[in-house]
């Protein structure tokens, strides 16, 4: 179904005080494809999704990202990917407009008004464009971030936990956002969630992880029977507690 990759991680390894918290990771995300990349609290989930932003270096292990060395092409990457998350919010004493605005020339994007203008009528944030961003509610944050995140047309995106903390009638809005745009551009989406629902709803593949390896891969939809559950849930909850006693069910 899917074959262009725009994300490839080999070994990804990442080490604090001794102790690995990211151990060999390998895995891929294709252009129209939406991977969730699920673990319990430490998994190593952020750390992952932090290396490839260049946010923290690997001990080892390498990041291609369309088709590129992420170490001698960091810049033209990173011109084409984006993130959101519900704890990277943006300046609360600014508006909504400003940030965007501000964003949209950090980004160096052609005619930011009418870009910004445009963002703001799809995610519903034009009646907050002279509010202060400190004062909009937890769902019209998470808007904002994934407005923000849309700015530069990204080929990659990646979402941590992009709408926890907001209520089902927004995250269902924010779904069919990403849904439609993955689609309708092609890029590819590395997801993370605790919303089994959610990553059922959205993703095309999903990826377990557990004390930084990755432990189970495959559709979200029969994964679990594949391992004797009955939902991603119950399998999230056997990863998280006692992940040796899973076995593969032919």
Not at 83 to 111: M, T
Not at 117 to 130: D, K, P, S, V, Y
Not at 210 to 233: F, M, Q, R, V, W
Request: aromatic fraction near 8%; proline fraction near 5%.
């Amino acid at each position: 179904m899917f074959s262009e990759k725009v994300l490839a991680v080999k070994n990804l390894v990442k080490s604090y005080h001794g102790i690995r918290v990211v151990d060999g990771v390998s895995f891929s995300v294709a252009a129209g494809e939406i991977v969730g990349l699920l673990g319990p609290n430490g998994a190593g989930k952020t750390s992952t999704i932090n290396m490839i932003l260049g946010l923290l270096e690997p001990d080892a292990g390498e990041i291609s990202v369309f088709g590129k060395n992420f170490k001698t092409h960091r810049s033209e990457i990173l011109s084409k990917v984006s993130f959101a998350a519900v704890y990277a919010q943006l300046p609360g004493n600014l508006w909504v407009e400003q940030n965007l605005r501000i964003f949209a020339i950090l980004y160096g994007i052609p005619n930011p008004k009418e870009k910004v203008q445009l963002l703001m009528q799809e995610f519903e944030l034009t009646q907050f464009a002279r509010s202060k961003t400190a004062f909009l509610s937890s769902g019209e944050q998470s808007r904002l971030n994934l407005a923000k995140a849309m700015l530069n047309d990204p080929k990659l995106i990646l979402l941590d936990e992009p709408t926890a903390s907001v209520d089902p009638s927004t995250s269902e809005i924010l779904r069919s956002r990403i849904l439609e745009y993955a689609r309708a551009n092609q890029s590819g989406i590395l997801w993370t969630s605790h919303d089994m629902y959610e990553i059922e709803a959205v993703c095309h593949r999903v990826l377990f992880i557990s004390h930084g390896k990755i432990l189970l891969e495959g559709d979200p939809k029969k994964l679990p029977a594949e391992y004797g559950k009955k939902n991603l849930e119950e399998l999230f909850i056997t990863v998280a507690r006692e992940p040796l006693t899973l076995s593969h069910r032919p």
